[in-house]
């Protein structure tokens, strides 16, 4: 019975995503929750899905939940992008219910700050005035509300889900309001952990409010044209992972991590892609020395660009991190697209995770 009710819900979420790919919903929507959190997953270039089993895996794979070391877990991440331009960061906590349930809440906020409004930079007169610039910030935020639990179900299984709000602005110009769903589950084999991620399952709908009252005039006289209020969606997208863990002479181990991002909205940027999906791989490495000190390597987001001379090359974007845990803290650092392989900029991370237990 247990297994019916999973394949129906799998090949309805494929209906489900092959409805949306049909309609004229856009390819990249809530991108800032594609960015990903925690240093060292993206040391790993975001191959995390089966190794998650701390806070994190609210936000990459929430079934990850019911491995938590200690009953509490906390984390903090804080990343800039575009030269400080913009800053991305996380916070998490989550908890163990008991010994085959957890919960856990996830705030996400990537925001640009102090952009100028110069609207009025001319005064009535027509005159030059700076004094009149005012500054305003456009942010994303995401909230993830996460329970998972462990299953008797194909020899024992852990499963879990996101229930998520997101909240987007402009200013005072334009704000969204929307809703989405997560499903995921893992299994652990000894040393091999498999895990399936389903994004935004229903499709997240996002719906905009734009104040047209305060660009109105200014659009009008620019000859653009005035936004009205709209829904977008996001569209479902299915994430597989794999991952051993290799036991070293004892105080040296090594992770191997991969992940296959699907998307069913047609062809894509990606290694493997046809007319109806595209499947990025991304590939990460962890090598330990007694459990506390780290370093990792990772690559992903393979594209095929086109050169000045028409030919076309691929580029790639490798990872950097290292990590050092002492007693129940961890401090991690990655460094994105080193050797600037890869045409997105590269940025540093930093995370802090803590976890305890009732008695510490």
């Known amino acids: 019975m247990h297994v019916r009710i999973v394949i129906a819900a799998i090949l ?19 991108e800032f929750l594609a960015i990903g959190v925690n240093a060292r997953a993206l040391g790993m270039a975001s191959a995390f899905t089966s190794v998650a089993k701390d806070v994190s895996a609210g936000y990459w794979n929430p079934s990850g939940l019911t491995q938590l070391e200690y009953k509490y877990d906390v984390s903090l991440m804080h990343a800039q992008y575009f030269a ?3 800053n991305y960061d996380y916070l998490g906590f989550a908890t163990q219910i008991d010994s085959a349930s957890a919960l856990a809440f996830s705030v996400i906020r990537f925001g640009i700050d102090d952009i100028p409004d110069t609207r009025f930079l001319y005064d009535a007169n ?26 008797d179900l194909l020899g024992g299984i852990d499963i879990g889900g996101n229930a998520k709000i997101i909240y987007r602005h402009a200013g005072n110009f334009a704000s969204a309001w929307g809703y989405g769903l997560d499903l995921s589950a893992s299994k652990s084999i000894k040393q091999l952990n498999l895990a399936i991620m389903l994004k935004d399952i229903t499709g997240t709908y996002n719906s905009w409010s734009h104040n047209t009252e305060l660009v109105a ?8 044209v005035i936004p009205e209020n709209s829904i977008e969606i996001t569209l479902p997208r ?16 090594l992770l191997v991590a991969m992940d296959l991002e699907t998307t069913f909205d047609g062809k894509r940027n990606t290694v493997i892609k046809s007319n109806t999906i595209s499947i990025d791989p991304k ?37 950097f991190g290292i990590g050092v845990k002492l ?19 590269y940025s540093h991370v930093i995370s802090l995770k803590l976890g305890f237990d009732d008695k510490k």
């Not at 309805?12 to 809530?30: D, E, M, R």
């Not at 961890?330 to 050797?339: E, F, H, K, R, V």
């Open 217 to 224: 005039d200014i659009y009008t006289q620019t000859g653009n």
């Open 327 to 345: 007693q129940n803290f961890n401090i991690d650092y990655a460094l994105t697209d080193i050797g600037d392989q890869a045409e997105t900029p």
């Open 238 to 253: 299915a994430i597989l992972g794999a991952s051993y863990q290799f036991t070293i002479k004892q105080k040296f181990g």
């Open 283 to 319: 590939m990460g490495i962890e090598a330990s020395y007694i459990s506390k000190f780290f370093i990792r390597f990772g690559a992903g987001q393979f594209q095929e660009i086109q050169n000045f001379d028409r030919t076309t090359s691929t580029v790639y974007q490798p990872n």
């Open 126 to 151: 027509g005159a030059l005035n700076y004094d009149n610039i005012q500054f305003f910030s456009a942010s994303d935020y995401a909230f993830l509300f996460s329970y998972a639990r462990k299953v």
């Open 12 to 30: 309805g979420w494929l209906c489900i995503s092959n409805s949306f790919a049909q309609s004229n919903t856009p390819k990249y929507s809530n």
């Open 84 to 86: 400080g331009i913009a």
